[in-house]
């Protein structure tokens, strides 16, 4: 809680005497300080805040964004612009002003922006700001230290103010057209423009000290016309200052808002999936598979960054337990040359802290990892917090897991679902032991070149666990970040969220009507937004949805876009671009699915689909658009038929770095079989557009040019074009 300085001195106390009386040794009451006499009006006072819930001079209320009472931060990343809101507010008729003001961690105030009124029936004001400076530096980067050091939490406060120049200049206008007491309306603004060049609140340079106090000498010529005297105080750059150093009267701060601040790119992220089991993994002479390792693995790095993306994701790499080993499709009993699960984690070679030998060393993966930073690639790595029955863990810290009656330790079961081969975790007898575990492990894989972990079912964990974990964890290395693959409930979302986790899995792989996709796309790129980074990713070794399954080739290059240009984080599972859309009977997941066995892929084939060259075309667009996308600027534009889907993503001049407008209009047919035609509407001044003129767009995907106005007619065909990305072309 801000506490507000008091303003000057105002008051002083007055001796209590009785002149010409003898002075009698009794009680006395404290005096009532005396208020000095003001020639005109007095200036509002700053008024000392000393709980959270008094108001000030002026009125502060429902500021957003924030949560839960303000208790969590809302997330944005260096840089990144956002719109802060707010209700600001005085009494009467009196004018009122709004700033917002960026502080650092350390409360030293980084920038001062001031609010527009964007409705004032309901006193709404807004402004877009942005908290420190945007850069392209990757953490492993040699210059990287300053990013850093601006990274955690910082502060927002909105002060209100009273405006005292436009009240006073809204009347004393009325005043000199109609001949009312002109005089001391004008020897007001002349004292008032005298006291806006004296504050130093206003932080106002020397020239301009010299234009207020130049409009006050003539404010107080009497020898000249009242309307030249008025004119003086209401030149450009009065009116200039008055929008970037104004003078403000009865300075009232808000309560300090969160924001915590991630690393740039943290929320602009295009993910890649791959086994490192399966990469170049070829059958052997005895045809027998041989699995591929972190060495061979180095081609699938080639193949991320060739189709444009920026993360690899990993599954664990740890050793795999034997006991109770899945064989293929997740059957009880694994044959002599199943690999198991990776998500049955542990064996007598090690536990989470452990490569395993399968794939190489931990020399091996430190190489992997700078070879992925060579290429401009983080590496994401799986923190499965489970263990088999073989991992060390068991015997070193039995009251970890929990038991039965019998004695024995039960497996991992969500009836009727049974997991033989993994034993999960106990947090109700050693919480603080686990956390401590599980934080030096992190750091050891973030010294090996690990920069994001995506954390399997966060949701089966206490929320507090993972909230002490990642404290502790992002104060040493606060570049570091968290994906939730919680696909559940949504307050537990919301929850892990809250606590640190960047990014999350979400509902996207299940939203395939144009009803719940309109829905979800302002869901994920609205408000929500400021806490809760959803990542669209079409399938995952656990998911393959009947859309995808029933559409062939027309459904993925669909889910591709709408996953790329319907979030800002998007991510890809290897083998999409051979079109593997086979489901398990009875499952909404791949048969011959890859936790359970080593694929062996010709990537040659590749090429026959498109699927390669559209992610490629995608993860273009994004990067040579980043400025159009941000978790709060998307709308959703009305079209006629209920298969075409349109969106748009904006971004307004004032914003970019180029200072023009960035908008990116995706229009995308639903329907995998069949052609449809469908009218768009453009509301073309949200956009910047001038009707007069109209907008010339180009096709992102296909170089193509079209001219477009209020209504527009697309039609696309899933033999030829599934989407339009199109570019307004400024």
Not at 442 to 453: C, D, E, R, S
Not at 584 to 594: A, H, L, M, S, V
Not at 670 to 685: F, K, R, T
Request: net charge negative; charged share 25%.
């Amino acid at each position: 809680m801000a506490v507000e300085k008091s303003a000057s001195a105002h008051t002083s106390k007055a001796a209590s005497a009785t002149e010409g009386k003898p002075v009698r040794k009794r009680r006395t009451t404290k005096a009532k300080a005396a208020v000095p006499q003001v020639v005109g009006e007095a200036p509002a006072p700053i008024i000392e805040r000393t709980v959270p819930e008094q108001f000030g001079r002026v009125n502060v209320m429902d500021i957003t964004p924030t949560a839960d009472n303000g208790l969590f931060p809302a997330r944005v990343e260096l840089g990144e612009p956002f719109t802060v809101t707010a209700q600001v507010f005085i009494e009467g008729r009196t004018k009122a002003g709004a700033t917002v003001s960026v502080r650092n961690a350390r409360g030293r105030e980084v920038s001062r922006t001031p609010m527009t009124c964007t409705n004032p029936g309901l006193d709404r004001w807004e402004a877009m700001v942005r908290i420190g400076e945007h850069s392209d530096l990757r953490p492993w980067d040699a210059d990287y230290a300053p990013v850093k050091r601006q990274l955690g939490d910082w502060n927002v406060v909105i002060e209100g103010w009273e405006d005292t120049y436009r009240s006073w200049l809204h009347d004393a206008a009325i005043k000199v057209e109609v001949g009312d007491d002109v005089e001391n309306a004008l020897e007001s603004g002349a004292q008032l423009l005298a006291r806006w060049a004296g504050s130093k609140d206003s932080k106002l340079a020397a020239a301009d000290k010299k234009i207020l106090q130049a409009a006050a000498k003539t404010m107080a010529d009497r020898s000249l016309p009242p309307t030249e005297r008025l004119a003086a105080a209401e030149t450009a750059d009065i009116q200039r200052l008055h929008e970037t150093n104004p003078l403000r009267d009865g300075l009232s701060e808000s309560n300090p808002q969160r924001f915590r601040v991630e690393r740039p790119k943290s929320s602009f992220a295009a993910w890649y999936q791959f086994f490192p089991r399966s990469e170049g993994a070829h059958y052997g002479d005895d045809g027998k598979i041989v699995q591929g390792d972190l060495k061979t693995s180095l081609a699938g790095l080639e193949r991320a960054a060739a189709e444009g993306f920026n993360i690899v994701y990993l599954p664990p790499i740890f050793p795999i337990g034997v006991t109770n080993r899945k064989g293929r499709n997740n059957s009880l009993i694994a044959g002599p040359n199943d690999p198991g699960s990776p998500f049955g984690i542990g064996s007598e070679l090690g536990g989470h802290d452990t490569v395993d030998p399968l794939l190489g060393t931990m020399d091996d993966f430190k190489a992997f990892c700078e070879r992925a930073h060579e290429l401009g690639l983080e590496i994401a790595l799986d923190f499965a917090l489970q263990c088999s029955p073989d991992h060390p863990w068991v015997k070193q810290h039995p009251n970890w897991f929990r038991t039965k009656p019998d004695g024995t330790i039960a497996f991992a079961e969500n009836p009727p679902k049974k997991y033989q081969d993994i034993y999960p975790i106990d947090f109700n007898a050693d919480m603080p032991g686990i956390e401590k575990e599980v934080e030096r492990i992190m750091n050891l894989w973030i010294a090996a070149g690990v920069t994001i972990f995506r954390v399997d079912n966060p949701h089966t964990k206490p929320v507090r666990f993972w909230q002490d974990v990642i404290a502790a964890v992002t104060k040493k290395h606060p570049e570091t970040l968290f994906l939730a693959e919680a696909f559940t409930r949504p307050g537990m979302m919301r929850a892990l969220s809250y606590v640190g986790f960047t990014q999350s899995h979400c509902y996207f792989p299940w939203r395939n009507t144009k009803e719940e996709l309109e829905k979800y796309l302002l869901e994920t790129n609205g408000d929500d937004g400021y806490y809760q980074h959803n990542t669209f990713w079409p399938t995952t070794p656990d998911i393959l949805t009947d859309y995808v399954r029933d559409n062939g080739v027309a459904g993925h290059a669909v889910r591709a876009v709408l996953a790329a240009m319907g979030s800002p984080s998007w991510g890809i599972y290897n083998g999409f671009e051979l079109i593997e859309n086979r489901q398990r009977p009875g499952f909404e997941e791949q048969i011959d699915n890859e936790k359970y066995e080593v694929k062996v892929r010709d990537w040659a084939d590749a090429d026959k689909y498109g699927i390669t060259e559209l992610l490629t075309s995608l993860n273009r667009i994004r990067r040579e658009h980043v400025e159009a996308f941000s978790y709060h600027n998307v709308s959703v534009l009305p079209s006629s038929d209920p298969n075409i889907l349109a969106f748009a993503r904006h971004t307004p001049a004032e914003l970019t770095s180029t200072g023009k407008p960035e908008t990116l209009i995706v229009v995308v047919n639903l329907d995998g079989h069949n052609a449809h035609q469908s009218v768009i509407h453009l509301e073309m001044p949200d956009f910047g557009i001038d009707p007069k003129w109209g907008a010339h767009v180009r096709d992102e995907l296909t170089g193509r040019d079209f001219a477009w106005g209020w209504d527009n007619f697309v039609s696309l065909a899933p033999w030829a074009d599934v989407a339009h990305v199109l570019h307004i072309v400024r």
